[in-house]
């Protein structure tokens, strides 16, 4: 393979004759875009061999250089650093390209804020604001979005803006207007007190391109800032939700309590004093026999009704949840849920809970009834089991059945009505839902909640 020749071998290959003494001195006399791979040293030898263009082309690579540099700093700068980054980078530029001073600007309703500035010591720093109403010529030309050199482009009515450039001494300005998706949203200046510059349209293409560098991390911050804000309103929207389900959870349990306790205390007493009535009527002498066989299933009735109010009393609101705890309320719960549901359940208690705080007794209590519920409703099974495990430091139920089971996929895109209410009552005491199924494998349900001193 024959090896390959290097840029300086090729440039002189190029621009060498068959006369060797009556070569040219200059090794490059074609164009800069012809050479790919073009680095300093290369240039170093062009230099050192006399081509007229090293010089520019050194400078030209090192812009080029410095501006993959500046590339590569806003690659992966964070939002929070976009500031910074910028006004070190307008520095950079000013020293790189012998500025006095520059900035950069966001268009707003009321002109050009200036968000980042550089100025070389002993001048006055940009204003804050370029306000439209001062400098309307100015404003116009950055919002029809061309790259304009002030003051050759101004034109004869830009009164204000003639005045401050030689109020100023500003004898050079290039001002390249800003774009992000099509609509112009900033500024990039740099100024120049001590000298003119023409301003190459080669430099002005590549100051184009920092300003994108700045455009595009400016956005990036923007996208990033108005991310925040939403996912911060939608936080707190989320956790209002939650209070509210929080305070309409507290006010249901508020209104059953009072529901079930009027139901105790009057509808069953009522009934009970009506059956005593009924009784004491069968038995009088003077009612007829015929009578007596419907009385006495009207008494039957009566205190079938006076039980089904009290176990709907009890479902509302289990005052033995409040008189002998959490073990012995799920007792009686799967106790009373077998002789009505025609469903055995089998169930298991490990320790004690006479210090469960209320909410947390609550808690669980309906949960377990609401798993009970579903499986009456949904499994298809003749069996289940309850356990409950209380110990110092945790709290673990589990309610499980052989039976269809669901799709948890659907169960975790869509809960139902039960599974999001036992979802956020487990949410409020701090504890962890865990649902384990699958189509024909049953289903099992835990409730798992760490106890410490704060939580007693």
């Known amino acids: 393979m024959t090896p390959k020749k290097s840029h300086l071998a090729i440039a002189e290959s190029k621009t060498s004759s068959p006369n060797t003494e009556t070569s040219p001195k200059c090794l490059l006399p074609v164009a800069v875009a012809e050479f790919e791979g073009l680095d300093m040293r290369l240039c170093d030898d062009l230099q050192e061999a006399g081509c007229p263009m090293a010089s520019h082309l050194k400078e030209q690579l090192a812009f080029e250089e410095f501006l993959s540099q500046l590339s590569s700093v806003f690659v992966n700068v964070k939002p929070i650093e976009v500031d910074s980054r910028i006004k070190s980078a307008l520095q950079s530029i000013a020293k790189f390209l012998n500025i006095d001073r520059t900035g950069f600007g966001e268009v707003t309703s009321e002109g050009l804020l200036i968000l980042q500035s550089y100025e070389l010591p002993g001048l006055s720093p940009m204003p804050r604001v370029i306000l439209e109403q001062e400098f309307p010529v100015y404003m116009s030309l950055i919002q029809r979005g061309e790259v304009f050199r002030m003051p050759e482009d101004l034109p004869p009515e830009a009164s204000r803006e003639l005045d401050y450039c030689s109020s100023t001494g500003l004898l050079s300005n290039l001002t390249i207007p800003l774009k992000s998706m099509g609509r112009v949203v900033g500024g990039f200046s740099l100024e120049l007190y001590r000298r003119r510059v023409p301003w190459p349209e080669e430099l002005v293409h590549r100051l184009c391109l920092v300003g994108e560098i700045f455009s595009n991390a400016i956005e990036r911050k923007r996208t990033d800032i108005e991310l925040r804000s939403r996912e911060a309103s939608l936080s707190n929207a989320h956790d209002e939700l939650r209070q509210l389900a929080a305070k309409l959870l ?104 006479h210090e469960l705080p209320k909410e947390i007794s609550l808690c669980i209590y309906r949960v377990a009834q609401e798993a009970l519920r579903n499986i009456a409703k949904h499994a298809a099974v003749a069996e289940a089991k309850v356990s409950l495990q209380v110990s110092p430091s945790r709290l673990l139920l589990r309610v499980e059945d052989k039976g269809i089971g669901f799709d948890s996929e659907s169960m975790r895109s869509q809960p139902g009505l039960g599974l999001s209410s036992m979802i956020e009552r487990v949410r409020l005491i701090g504890a962890e839902l865990t649902v384990l199924t699958s189509p024909g494998c049953g289903t099992v349900l835990k409730v798992l909640i760490t106890i410490d001193g704060s939580t007693r």
């Open 250 to 353: 507290h006010a249901q349990e508020e209104e059953r309590r009072r529901i079930a306790r009027e139901m105790h205390d009057d509808w069953t007493q009522r009934l009970a004093l009506l059956g005593i009535d009924v009784a004491r009527l069968s038995n009088e002498s003077e009612i007829p026999a015929r009578m007596r066989e419907p009385l006495l299933a009207m008494q039957s009735e009566l205190v079938r009704l006076a039980e089904d109010v009290h176990a709907l009393s009890r479902q509302l609101h289990p005052s033995i949840l409040d008189d002998l705890g959490l073990v012995e309320a799920l007792r009686s719960e799967c106790s009373c849920f077998s002789r009505r549901e025609r469903i055995a359940v089998e169930y298991v208690a490990i320790g004690g809970d």
